[in-house]
């Protein structure tokens, strides 16, 4: 099948997953558009938002309709990289044999990540970048495709570990959960309230979301398109040569080349989903605020003046 042909077949199912998934998750159509842009494009997707917003349900959700494997870590101050990584321990004929831990699934849901030690957090660092493991000297291969979808709180901030920027920069997408409107509420009330269970269909299986991963890197980019992404992750950079005043005063420090990259790969994946062949600067700006939202570091200024990382991106364009 040709390129142009699967690019046209992506469209229809993902069209048809959304439908699926609107049957159990109302609303936050925003933050379902940017986990799946993460997931056709390989890359791990950070979720801010406060207690109850259906985060878990959400995630769950579409593993399902995605039909792969998922696993949910709850993070813990006491939690060790062997409870995530698992452990070798010695069987009933004194060989070492390795259980294998809860981060042996194609989709990983790390709950509350800011509450566990750094330690454990920089294990789960390893099998995001290198989608691999290394226990007792021996690695393992996870099995592909691979996803982290982690989530924080950001409000309680007490007995938490910070996550440091190296890591926060392996996420593709900062994504920040709302509180649903008036209508969407009523409607989850309805709905959860109810004795009525719904099953969702998986629509796609591994191997098919692995396929539409290497067709999105497969995609052609213009020049002019790139230069812009790359303009656009060089103005946040307040060191630069020709940063603008906005950045100069507000940031303390701007976005890496990695910022870049996952631009120009979570555009591929926007122009895709949406018919086109080829992105374009308005698929680089649809995507901008959540790749750039969490490679920005605001400096006290921006703080106290209530600047947001939105606003300051935005203005970017």
């Known amino acids: 099948m040709s390129d142009v042909a699967l690019v046209e077949k992506l469209v229809e199912k993902n069209r048809q997953l959304k439908k699926e998934i609107a049957r159990i998750i109302v609303g936050q159509d925003k933050v379902i558009d940017q986990i799946l842009l993460s997931v056709f494009?390989?890359?791990?997707?950070?979720?801010?938002?406060?207690?109850?917003?259906?985060?878990?349900?959400?995630?769950?959700?579409?593993?399902?309709?995605?039909?792969?494997?998922?696993?949910?870590?709850?993070?813990?101050?006491?939690?060790?990289?062997?409870d995530i990584l698992g452990a070798e321990i010695l069987d009933e004929n004194r060989h070492f044999k390795f259980i294998k831990g809860p981060i042996f699934a194609n989709i990983i849901l790390a709950d509350?990540?800011?509450?566990?030690?750094?330690?454990?957090?920089?294990?789960?660092?390893?099998?995001?970048?290198?989608?691999?493991?290394?226990?007792?000297?021996?690695?393992?291969?996870?099995a592909k495709p691979y996803f982290v979808l982690a989530t924080q709180n950001p409000i309680e901030q007490e007995g938490t570990y910070p996550l440091p920027e190296a890591q926060l920069d392996r996420f593709m997408f900062a994504i920040n959960l709302d509180y649903p409107s008036?209508?969407?509420?009523?409607?989850?009330?309805?709905?959860?309230?109810?004795?009525?269970?719904?099953?969702?269909?998986?629509?796609?299986?591994?191997?098919e979301i692995i396929q539409i991963q290497h067709l999105i890197r497969r995609i052609p980019v213009a020049d002019n398109?790139?230069?812009?992404?790359?303009?656009?992750?060089?103005?946040?950079?307040?060191?630069?040569?020709?940063?603008?005043?906005?950045?100069?005063?507000?940031?303390?420090?701007?976005?890496?080349?990695?910022?870049?990259?996952?631009?120009?790969?979570?555009?591929?994946?926007?122009?895709?989903?949406?018919?086109?062949?080829?992105?374009d600067i308005e698929d680089v700006q649809k995507v901008a605020v959540g790749i750039l939202r969490?490679?920005?570091?605001?400096?006290?200024?921006?703080?106290?003046?209530?600047?947001?990382?939105?606003?300051?991106?935005?203005?970017?364009?």
């Open 112 to 142: 509350e990540i800011n509450r566990t030690p750094p330690k454990t957090q920089a294990a789960l660092l390893e099998a995001m970048q290198e989608r691999a493991v290394t226990v007792a000297g021996h690695h393992y291969k996870l």
């Open 41 to 82: 494009s390989g890359g791990h997707s950070l979720l801010i938002g406060v207690p109850g917003l259906a985060k878990t349900l959400m995630v769950n959700t579409i593993a399902r309709t995605l039909g792969l494997d998922f696993k949910r870590i709850q993070f813990t101050p006491d939690l060790m990289p062997s």
């Open 182 to 207: 008036f209508e969407e509420e009523v409607n989850v009330v309805k709905n959860t309230t109810s004795d009525d269970e719904v099953e969702v269909e998986a629509l796609f299986n591994a191997e």
């Open 225 to 279: 398109v790139v230069e812009y992404a790359v303009r656009l992750v060089g103005k946040t950079r307040p060191i630069a040569d020709g940063s603008p005043e906005l950045v100069k005063n507000y940031l303390d420090w701007g976005a890496g080349p990695r910022a870049s990259q996952n631009l120009i790969l979570a555009a591929k994946a926007n122009a895709a989903v949406s018919g086109k062949f080829s992105p």
């Open 294 to 317: 969490h490679r920005i570091i605001k400096n006290y200024k921006a703080e106290a003046e209530g600047i947001s990382e939105e606003k300051i991106i935005t203005e970017l364009f």
